[in-house]
């Protein structure tokens, strides 16, 4: 979704030029979390806040600023330089308002730009907000978006509100106690220059520290207590005796990595105002939790960049070697046969012993959770249940305190993943994430958990995160069912196939050119059906949603089974077909599906395992794929389909890493 960056520098002269060509950078690496325009506010000489901002990319947004920002004051003789200054800039991501310049962050309370905001998330009650304002006196509007209504409200109040208009952060504070809905909100004003006020709830938002005098792993938390009581006469974090800091704020640590290893992950409800000298306070309006962690960052610059290859897409389809190992390193013991998922050790009897598990996901996530429920069902013998978080939310499920609820999110920061979540808390279930990123939200609101160690995932199209969350579970089921002796050989068979795994991989991306010349086949298709059952149903459904959201074309993924009930109406000599028929228990009623297509004059590309004589290639084109024990299958049998994906949307000339109107992060409903 929407894209925040802020750069706040102390101590530590900045140019004009270097101040802007930071926020951008920052915004370049944010890209990928989907936008359609960009903007930027830096001071001008007389410390005034100057907006830029248009439709488009980051690149528009470049050309910009070096056209009407940076050439002017190159133009004026002696360059300023600014020993204090705090900059903002976003991605937007459209909700309210269309795509548009008016409508692009930063927003400002008037023409002066008295007050100027950034903004990721959606105030839900903006419309009784804005129409207060109007009454008023506040009628000059220039957006259609909910976001201008907490810049305007922050006018307000500086105007109407003696007891906060001294102060930044009571002034912030008092905007945000009526504002409903889910936010990550970055301030900025003419009046308190130097200052900036960050606040968080139910939307990412992480805090990079530059600064020498940062020398603990952990930070002070100003708390203040129901009774009154608080701790907030020092800050979190003092700026004195010539040390100087930087501060980077942002959606996500990739754009950050590159300026500083030391973050802190901010808490829903948190505050961080930081002051015009540098320091800076970390407020909770909540007792305990008087420290908050210091983390390093455990990447590197180049697990961000693309390398040798076109797209970032295309490069994590080719990792997945690497990183389907890496899910399992340290926790198969291939010698003793055993599995050890270090986070669950504590909980694993309880899991054991629950009513049902519950796998809660949504896109991709939902998929992988599809692709190991048969496998959690036979190693368990415990009900298994996979539910879209969006619908489960909307039937208000029944959920117990002998459940045990697992929910998948590769960033852990998807809205209605982390609403089902707290649903489920709320009536005590047991809480299980797996995610592939630390100290995302699901993370710290798990009581336990798995991570993926698949590495950053750039592209919007999710691909070795997908077989990653296969490896995960499957690991998870093993464990649950190492007590069951009646399971042992079946455990046994699959352990010894996840030390195969990796080399298959390998194997099966060699398909790749086999793949182009296919990609060549269906790059003017207006539709694709893709056919599979049992443990290849997810592979399918998984594929379909590939190919809509960077080739545009439509898809479906259809249970082979079901054929009969619908589908077979939608099969003739023009309709292109996918058949995933490999090698599994349910192989021969596959067979009968391809029998079925074929009778009524459809030509189906079948993907079959190697050494498999069923189908005959001077009937139908085969690809015959690696083969594996049933339930990683599937993790093959994805990746010529993340490559068909990728090459039809290449041969149509469309951006792979970022296709339109979609997001990386979804983190509004």
Not at 82 to 87: A, Q
Not at 140 to 169: C, P, Q
Not at 306 to 325: C, F, R, S
Request: hydrophobic share 40%.
């Amino acid at each position: 979704m929407c894209g925040i960056f802020g750069y706040l520098n102390y101590g530590t002269p900045r140019s004009r030029e270097y101040l802007c060509n930071i926020l951008i950078s920052g915004l370049r690496r944010l890209e990928y979390r989907g936008y359609d325009s960009a903007g930027l506010c830096v001071d001008a000489v007389d410390r005034t806040p100057a907006i830029f901002k248009i439709k488009g990319n980051v690149n528009n947004l470049e050309t910009l600023v070096k056209t009407e920002a940076i050439m002017p004051l190159m133009e004026g003789g002696d360059e300023v330089l600014f020993d204090n200054h705090v900059g903002i800039a976003h991605t937007r991501w459209s909700t309210h308002g269309e795509p548009a310049t008016r409508n692009s962050h930063p927003h400002s309370s008037d023409p002066s730009n008295q007050f100027v905001v950034i903004h990721n998330g959606i105030i839900s009650n903006y419309a009784p907000l804005k129409q207060f304002l109007i009454g008023k006196g506040y009628t000059e509007w220039t957006s259609e978006t909910d976001t201008e209504v907490i810049v305007k409200l922050a006018k307000y109040f500086y105007d109407t509100n003696e007891k906060v208009r001294g102060s930044l952060v009571d002034l912030t504070m008092e905007v945000v106690h009526h504002l409903e809905g889910a936010y990550a909100i970055l301030l900025k004003s003419s009046f308190f220059p130097g200052e900036a006020v960050a606040v968080r709830r139910s939307s990412p938002l992480v805090m990079g520290i530059n600064s020498d005098a940062l020398q603990a792993d952990f930070i002070r938390v100003a708390t203040t207590s129901e009774d009154g009581a608080d701790n907030t006469s020092l800050p979190t974090l003092s700026i004195q005796n010539g040390n100087r800091a930087e501060y980077y704020l942002a959606s996500d640590v990739h754009a950050i990595i590159e300026h500083t290893k030391k973050v802190v992950y901010l808490e829903d409800d948190d505050v961080v105002h930081i002051q015009a000298d540098g320091s800076f306070y970390l407020l909770r309006d909540k007792t305990g939790n008087a420290t908050s962690s210091v983390q390093t960052l455990d990447m590197e610059l180049d697990a961000i960049s693309k390398g040798v290859y076109p797209h970032y897409m295309l490069k994590e389809i080719h990792e997945q070697a690497d990183t389907v190992l890496a899910c399992m390193r340290g926790r198969v013991n291939h010698a003793t046969k055993e599995v050890t998922l270090g986070g669950l050790v504590p909980h694993i009897s309880s899991i054991r012993r629950c009513r049902r598990l519950v796998f809660i996901a949504c896109g991709t996530s939902y998929h992988s959770a599809i692709a190991v429920r048969q496998l959690l069902e036979e190693l368990s013998a415990l009900p298994v249940c996979v539910e879209l978080a969006s619908d489960f939310l909307d039937r208000q499920t029944p959920i117990f305190r002998d459940d045990t609820c697992f929910f998948i999110s590769q960033s852990g920061e998807t809205a209605d993943t982390l609403q089902a979540l707290a649903y489920c808390k709320a009536r005590s279930a047991l809480i299980v994430g797996v995610t592939n990123t630390p100290g995302s939200t699901l993370a710290r609101e798990s009581q336990c958990g798995i991570y993926l160690n698949a590495g950053a995932e750039i592209g919007v199209a999710s691909t070795k995160a997908y077989t990653s969350q296969i490896i995960a579970l499957v690991l998870l089921a093993l464990m649950i069912g190492s007590d069951r002796r009646s399971c042992q050989s079946r455990i046994d068979a699959i352990i010894d196939d996840l030390a195969k795994l990796p080399l298959l991989v390998r194997e099966t991306l060699l398909l790749e050119s086999e793949i182009k010349k296919i990609a060549k086949q269906y790059a003017n298709s207006k539709s694709l059906l893709l056919m599979g059952r049992g443990y290849q149903y997810a592979t399918c459904l998984e594929a379909a949603l590939k190919i809509k959201e960077i080739s545009y074309m439509h898809s479906e993924g259809i249970l082979a089974g079901e054929l009969k009930h619908g589908p077979l109406a939608l099969i003739d000599e023009n309709m292109p077909i996918i058949m995933v028929a490999t090698k599994d228990s349910t192989h021969s009623k596959t067979q009968n599906a391809v029998h079925q297509v074929t009778a009524r004059k459809g030509a189906p590309l079948i993907m079959c395992s190697k050494g498999d004589n069923t189908f005959d290639s001077s009937k139908a084109p085969l690809l015959r794929m690696p083969v594996i024990v049933d339930c990683l299958q599937g993790v093959l049998n994805i990746i010529p389909l993340q490559l068909l994906s990728y090459h039809i949307a290449v041969l149509q000339g469309y951006n792979v890493d970022q296709p339109r109107n979609l997001a990386k992060s979804v983190t509004v409903e």
